[in-house]
């Protein structure tokens, strides 16, 4: 066989490898069964980051659905919008005290999922109360379930005790915190924590 035929195959061989190793690696998680993330995020005025289009959590959101593949469902409500930081801090506030249920857009079919993402900012100390509507419409019990939080220094706050409490017969593994201001330079923070998961 001529040696430049040679050559012009070994070359091609190289470089296929090199291109299918790099899309491969994009997939982090040894995942079983079908994958959801859910979350509630909160674009305009935000704490520490100014008036954004994308809220913080729907970033880290996205970073989750590129490295695993999963599907997501994002907890709409439009009751907040246009509102500035503290008036918005006031309402979360006062919807805690009064264990509101506010009503969001859409619906998703859990049954068919194994593990689910539970994302979302932490205001006054949990998971936004829109949030707690999805838990009471949803039962996630049986499933793998990870919570996952933005914030400006509040950690997960009792966002895994709360997903405990809804949820007794989940299991509740693997959470993970950001800081709001960090998500969009975070990538790689998100996926060393995705490959640190054992699912």
Known sequence: ?????????????LLSTACNGGANQEKVMNKKGKTLVVFFSHAGDNYAVGNIKVGNTKVVADYISEFTGADQFEIVTHKYDG??????????????????????????DVSGYDTIFIG?????????????????????????LIP?????????GACVDDVKKAFPD????????????????????VKRWLNGLKL
């Open 120 to 144: 979302g900012p932490v205001w006054w100390g949990t998971y936004p109360q829109v949030m707690f509507t999805f838990f009471k419409q949803n039962d996630l019990n049986g499933k793998t």
């Open 170 to 189: 989940a299991k509740v593994m693997g959470a993970f915190s950001i800081y709001g201001h960090e998500v969009r330079e975070g990538k790689d923070q």
């Open 148 to 156: 996952f939080t933005t914030h400006e220094g509040s950690g997960l």
């Open 1 to 13: 066989m001529n040696i430049r035929i040679i050559i012009t195959v070994a070359l091609a061989l």
């Open 83 to 108: 509102m500035d930081y503290k008036p918005l801090c006031d309402l979360a506030r006062q919807e805690k005290m009064d264990e509101e249920l506010p009503p969001y857009e859409g619906s998703v």
